[in-house]
Structure formats: structure tokens, C-alpha cells
């Protein structure tokens, strides 16, 4: 039987309110955890003041938002369900000859609309603010810190030179690098400067550099050469194609870019020889949060249309967290799975959402008699 155009509306209708009703209560008291934890921190920060703590959270509201949306979907659409269930509503739909399969249509295509406006819509302003928010976080709760502290405070640099030969390679690694806006400054830097096959051409130590406008600025530098005697240098340029902003955002969170600015920043980490399996990971798992969403509309159904049958809302509201707890978990693991290069990049992001999929569809297919 074709479902009618009205009671498709009507099915979609509550399902998108019970859904738009769970994401922002559930992004609220989130939101309230995570600014009772700024207030805790800047306890000993007297700089950090009530309105930069309420500023940082604010900015960090989409990203929770972008974190929640999936479970937002599952619970809400167990509410809708359940809802539907408890006023007969799917009982008398099933009993004019409509499935499941049909009633669910509408329902699922809205979240996996709600999943793919997450990912193109919500995710640039997302990172915008989330980048904005780091900023406040290093400069009022982290001085001194940042991203580059993180890492012990060095710096690993692969890029182009053709300044000994065409297809030339440089190598450069620095130590207590400080990163501030707009400007970069590292002691003990070492470059190493390669021809295509990797064979080394010269070295060159400095004991202190700094990131000028194309150029590393050396300063007390020796350049070392095969079958060459040592050359001494007070100041040494060294061009270069790498910014301080390109920098910055090397080690800044995936979260702090866009989905539509990840793939091209990718080839730009690559390029320059940082690790960009955390920026795939992140660009992945946007793109699968559309499928996400609607894996989490379908295991919703079948919670309640179970519900429906044996009665017990409790055991439905626990199964459904459990569950969602549960694909939260395998996520985390897959990700870590991931980021250590155990599993490719693109199995560790896709294969929660499918995995879930298939369950979610071997449930309703158990549930569903016809």
C-alpha cells in the first residue's frame, strides 16, 4: 500500500520535533558540564574572567552540537516512536496495510538530511568558533602552552629545495620552537638537505632560527658538506614555503576546520611532511555522519516498535542508551585503531555507522512480520 503524502508528513513532523527537542536540551547540559570545568580551571587563572569562560563556552557550542547530533536522533526518535506506539498510531497504520519498511521511510531520509546539513552547513561554523575558542582557551587557561607544547615543543618539517638540485628534498628539525601570532623563533635546528634519492648533499646547524616571510632566518649556522670543509655563518636565509599560520593550524585540532577546508589542507600537511591521519579521520567522519544519523533513526524503530509489542518504557530508554553507548565505544576504539595506523583511516570512520546499519536492519527485519 502507498503510504499517503499526509501521514507521511505527519510521521516526519514528529519525529524532526522529538529529534530538534532532544538536541538542544541534550547540547544544553553538555554545555552546562563543560562550562562548570572552564569555571574549575580558571580558578587559578585570575586573567580568565566569567565573561571569557562564558565567551569560550558559547564558541564551543556547535562543536557540541556536531557531537551530540547522532544521539540526539537515536533518543529522539525512540521518544517519537514510543510516542506513536502509545497512541496506537503505528497500530492502526500497520492495520491499513502499511509496513514498517514504509512508515520509517520519511523518518530516516530526515535524519540523514539532518546528518548532511550537520556536515556541510553546521561544520564550517562549527570550526570557526571552535578555532576561535583555542585561542581563548591557550591564551587565558593554557599561557605558555598551546599545541606546539603538546609535542615537547618541536618541529618536524619536510619540503620542496631545489636549491642544490631540481628535485631536491629538505629536512628540517627544531627544538624549543615558541609559537606565538605572528611570529615563530626555534633554537638547535637541524636541515638536511637531499637530492630525489635521498642521498644527502649537505647539513646545516644553527643555534637559532627564525620563521620569516619565506625564508628561515638563521643565526651562528655551519653548513657541512660531503668532501667540503665546514662553513661558518652569523646569519643564514633559508627560503622556504611554509607560514606561520600554516603552522599554527598544523597543530591546532581537526575539529578548528571545516569539512569543505579539510581535503585541501590534507595535501598541504602532506606536502609538507606533517601526519594528516587526524585530519582524514575527522574529514571521514563527517562524511559518514549522514549514514550515521540515519542507523541511529533505524535502531531507534526497532527499540520501539519492540516496545510497542512487550510494553516497558524503561527497558526501552535503557536499551537505547545502551546501544548508543555502545556504537559511542566501538567508535572511540575504531578511532584510535585509526589514528595509530592500524586499520586504513577510511574503515576506522565508515565501519561503526555500517556495522550499526546492519544490526539496526537485522532488527527490524526480526521484528517486522509482514
Request: hydrophobic share 55%; net charge negative; glycine share 8%.
Amino acid at each position: 500500500m502507498k503510504l499517503p503524502l499526509t501521514l507521511s508528513l505527519y510521521f516526519g513532523r514528529v519525529f524532526a520535533l522529538a529529534v530538534a527537542v532532544m538536541l538542544f536540551a541534550l547540547t544544553a547540559l553538555v554545555s552546562l558540564f563543560d562550562f562548570l570545568e572552564l569555571l574549575r580551571e580558571s580558578a587559578t587563572r585570575p586573567q580568565a574572567g566569567l565573561g571569557i569562560i562564558a565567551e569560550i563556552e558559547v564558541l564551543r557550542m556547535p562543536w557540541s552540537l556536531m557531537q551530540i547530533l547522532p544521539f540526539a536522533v537515536l533518543l529522539g526518535g525512540i521518544f517519537a516512536f514510543w510516542r506513536l506506539a502509545r497512541s496506537s498510531e503505528l497500530v492502526v497504520a500497520r492495520a491499513a496495510g502499511i509496513s514498517a519498511w514504509q512508515f520509517l521511510a520519511v523518518p530516516v531520509l530526515l535524519a540523514a538530511l539532518l546528518g548532511a546539513f550537520g556536515t556541510g552547513g553546521v561544520s564550517p561554523v562549527s570550526a570557526l568558533m571552535y578555532s576561535r575558542a583555542e585561542i581563548l582557551d591557550n591564551v587565558y587557561l593554557k599561557p605558555g602552552g598551546g599545541p606546539l607544547s603538546l609535542n615537547g615543543g618541536e618541529l618536524w618539517v619536510r619540503q620542496a629545495d631545489t636549491g642544490l638540485v631540481p628535485d631536491g628534498v629538505a629536512v628540517l628539525h627544531a627544538r624549543d620552537v615558541v609559537l606565538h601570532r605572528n611570529s615563530l623563533q626555534a633554537d638547535k635546528v637541524t636541515i638536511l638537505r637531499l637530492d630525489g634519492q635521498t642521498s644527502l648533499l649537505a647539513r646545516i646547524e644553527a643555534a637559532h632560527a627564525t620563521l620569516d616571510a619565506g625564508n628561515w632566518m638563521l643565526s651562528d649556522a655551519s653548513v657541512l658538506a660531503p668532501d667540503n670543509a665546514p662553513q661558518h655563518a652569523d646569519t643564514l636565509a633559508f627560503p622556504t614555503d611554509l607560514t606561520v599560520h600554516r603552522v599554527q593550524e598544523s597543530f591546532a585540532s581537526p575539529d578548528s576546520l571545516s569539512f569543505w577546508a579539510l581535503p585541501g589542507f590534507i595535501r598541504l600537511l602532506k606536502q609538507s611532511g606533517f601526519s594528516a591521519t587526524q585530519h582524514e579521520l575527522a574529514f571521514q567522519a563527517l562524511a559518514a555522519l549522514p549514514l550515521l544519523c540515519a542507523t541511529m533513526a533505524l535502531v531507534a524503530a526497532g527499540f520501539s516498535m519492540r516496545t510497542s509489542r512487550r510494553g516497558g518504557a524503561l527497558s526501552m530508554l535503557v536499551s537505547g542508551v545502551a546501544s548508543g553507548f555502545t556504537l559511542f565505544m566501538v567508535s572511540e576504539v575504531a578511532n584510535q585503531f585509526g589514528t595509530s595506523g592500524a586499520v586504513p583511516v577510511v574503515l576506522a570512520a565508515w565501519a561503526p555507522a555500517l556495522a550499526g546499519l546492519f544490526l539496526a536492519l537485522a532488527l527490524l527485519l526480526h521484528l517486522e512480520d509482514g
